[in-house]
């Protein structure tokens, strides 16, 4: 079947602007979570939804990011007035539900803030 | 919050070899320990896990050993061939959930011919 797709793979934005970035998880998961990859880095948690609701979202960096999840399948993360040091790989995951189960990561989107 | 330290950063052996990546944490709630393969430019992938239950765990070529009491577990990958070459991540929950993932900042392991 098919697996997490991300949309756009890659994103050039310049400082200030509003970006949206698509998740599209593996349809009957009701837990997805958003990640950020920096380069030589692994990816650190930024949310985490079951089903509708932001079950977690302890990983935000600040309130220029946000993300919803309105009819609990498709997730679009936003960042408000992005900076240069927002710039990463965005990675979405989702998982049959938020218990020890695999999280199947999307291919990501690349943010470059300039 | 969790703290995931992996060792080494870099690891190269000839194929055939073994190689194994070492990972401490620190929060000791935590109960479940995802190793994820991630090669050049793709998503990261699961290649095993265990739960605290268990001390080890096997899968063909791959392996992983928990100890919970040093707060430690490693991954060991036999008869290594060139593609195995990845960066590996290894991971636990933290803040006493098993979902919201702390990454080691990965292993780059090259595979020689």
């Known amino acids: 079947g098919a697996g997490v797709s991300q949309t756009p793979s890659n994103k050039v934005t310049e400082k200030g602007k509003y970006v949206e970035l698509r998740c599209d998880p593996i349809?009957?998961?009701?837990?997805l979570y958003w990640y950020r990859q920096s380069l030589g880095q692994g990816p650190e948690f930024l949310i985490y939804f079951q089903g509708t609701g932001a079950a977690d979202d302890s990983g935000l960096p600040n309130d220029r990011f946000f993300a919803v999840r309105p009819e609990g399948s498709v997730s679009t993360l936003k960042i408000q007035r992005t900076e240069r040091g927002d710039s990463a790989v965005y990675l979405c995951a989702s998982s049959l539900d938020g218990s020890y189960n695999e999280q199947f990561f999307g291919p990501g989107t690349r943010l470059t803030v300039l | 919050g969790e703290n995931v330290e992996q060792h080494p950063s870099t690891l190269s052996v000839q194929e055939g070899d073994s190689a194994v990546i070492k990972c401490t944490y620190s929060?000791?709630?935590?109960?479940?320990f995802p190793w994820y393969k991630q090669e050049l430019g793709k998503r990261p992938q699961l290649i095993i896990d265990?739960?605290?239950?268990?001390g080890e765990k096997k899968d063909q070529r791959i392996a992983v050993t928990l100890n919970k009491t040093a707060k430690h577990f490693s991954l060991h990958i036999t008869e290594t061939q060139p593609e195995d070459s990845a960066v590996y991540f290894c991971a636990a929950p933290w803040g006493g959930s098993n979902y919201k993932l702390t990454f080691g900042k990965g292993t780059l392991l090259t595979v020689n011919p």
């Open positions: 265990i739960r605290s239950n268990v």
């Open positions: 929060d000791s709630a935590s109960n479940y």
């Open positions: 349809s009957g998961h009701t837990a």
